[in-house]
């Protein structure tokens, strides 16, 4: 099964990702329930971190939402709600080029979308000091 890395830009979403369980985007890709989201967000002065990661419970496309959240959507160009059975923090973040991720050729917000295999999840997990379960 592919999982990917998904970005998240402003610091008002971090929480609205890991408190809601969910992540809207207008990424297309072939999301499957129990896909793994691995989520990235830039820190200043820190760089590119890993923040946590969640599993697929549910993909919701925009004739299925409520009007409130259609809105909010088509105001910030997203297609779809990511719903998550289980979400994954990680405190600190994992710092990016402490993981095999600062090898690959994507940089940045080139990683938004990027395919990362079970096991290349798995090191990065084993990589975290304390994970926090919601």
């Known amino acids: 099964m592919t999982n990917y890395i998904l970005r998240i830009v402003k610091d008002e979403w971090v929480n609205m990702v890991f408190d809601n369980k969910v992540y809207y985007t207008s990424m297309r890709r072939y999301w499957e329930r129990s896909n793994k989201i691995l989520f990235i967000k830039k ?77 290349q999840l798995e090191r990065i997990v084993k990589l975290s000091r304390v994970s926090i379960v919601y």
């Open 43 to 119: 820190i200043i002065d820190i760089g590119d971190s890993i923040l946590g990661y969640g599993i697929i419970d549910d993909i919701i496309t925009l004739d299925f939402m409520s009007p409130k959240e259609q809105d909010i959507c088509l105001r910030n160009g997203w297609v779809r709600k990511l719903k998550f059975s289980k979400m994954v923090r990680f405190e600190p973040p994992v710092l990016i080029k402490d993981t095999e991720i600062a090898r690959w050729p994507q940089k940045g917000a080139l990683l938004h979308g990027a395919p990362i295999s079970d096991d």
